[in-house]
Antibody, heavy 117, light 108 residues
Framework: EVQLVESGGGLVQPGGSLRLSCAASGFTFSNYWMTWVRQAPGKGLEWVANIKEDGSEKYYVDSVKGRFTISRDNAKNSLYLQMNSLRAEDTAVYYC??????????WGQGTLVTVSS | EIVLTQSPGTLSLSPGERATLSCRASQSVSSSYLAWYQQKPGQAPRLLIYGASNRATGIPDRFSGSGSGTDFTLTISRLEPEDFAVYYCQQYGRSPETFGQGTKVEIK
């Protein structure tokens, strides 16, 4: 059974940093692109970042470029999102998602990040 | 950036009725690279349809997708109680991948 379990969310002050983690199991993690998608409270879905199977390619939505870094450790079956210079508008539930052919076939339950003073 | 506009914003229907949800793109979506997701309150989204018309594993055949170019449709042939939720379309033909704003299907 495919499982994606996020952790690392919480309350952080504007300008602060946070590192999200995602533990993957039930599939061969190193064979898949992985993605972070976020959802602000009461709002829709927003793609944040993608990373290729071997970590050699990474793509970001413009609003997080230069502030967020996606990475992975295939030996640990783990995906990460390092978030720096956080802003109030980054407040959202962050989902770890498996990417297959461009669409997102499995989603974690999400971790809430709140940026507030 | 391809903007996806979903309509209607809210659809009020009764169980057993047919639901027709629209997703219109601001530019042509190449190779029908369009997916649909269902999200229930407090839950993560679930993949329903990919490639505009292909049902994901385990999705009942009352869900169907159609369309190409800039106009796509998700149809639920007969609404079951568990189908009342928010539905999102997503295009993955051009970066950045974008989602529509969602259509809520509520019980009338």
């Amino acid at each position: 059974e495919v499982q994606l379990v996020e952790s690392g969310g919480g309350l952080v002050q504007p300008g602060g940093s946070l590192r999200l983690s995602c533990a993957a199991s039930g599939f061969t993690f190193s064979n898949y692109w992985m993605t972070w998608v976020r959802q602000a409270p009461g709002k829709g879905l927003e793609w944040v970042a993608n990373i290729k199977e071997d970590g050699s390619e990474k793509y970001y939505v413009d609003s997080v470029k230069g502030r967020f870094t996606i990475s992975r450790d295939n030996a640990k079956n783990s995906l990460y999102l390092q978030m720096n210079s956080l802003r109030a508008e980054d407040t959202a539930v962050y989902y770890c998602v498996r990417r297959l052919g461009g669409w997102f076939d499995f989603w974690g339950q999400g971790t809430l990040v709140t940026v507030s003073s | 950036e391809i903007v996806l506009t979903q309509s209607p914003g809210t659809l009020s229907l009764s169980p057993g009725e047919r639901a027709t949800l629209s997703c219109r793109a601001s530019q042509s979506v190449s190779s029908s690279y369009l997916a649909w997701y269902q999200q229930k309150p407090g839950q993560a989204p679930r993949l329903l349809i990919y490639g505009a018309s292909n049902r994901a594993t385990g999705i009942p055949d009352r869900f169907s997708g159609s369309g190409s170019g800039t106009d796509f449709t998700l149809t639920i042939s007969r609404l079951e109680p568990e189908d009342f939720a928010v539905y999102y379309c997503q295009q993955y033909g051009r970066s950045p991948e974008t989602f529509g704003q969602g259509t809520k299907v509520e019980i009338k």
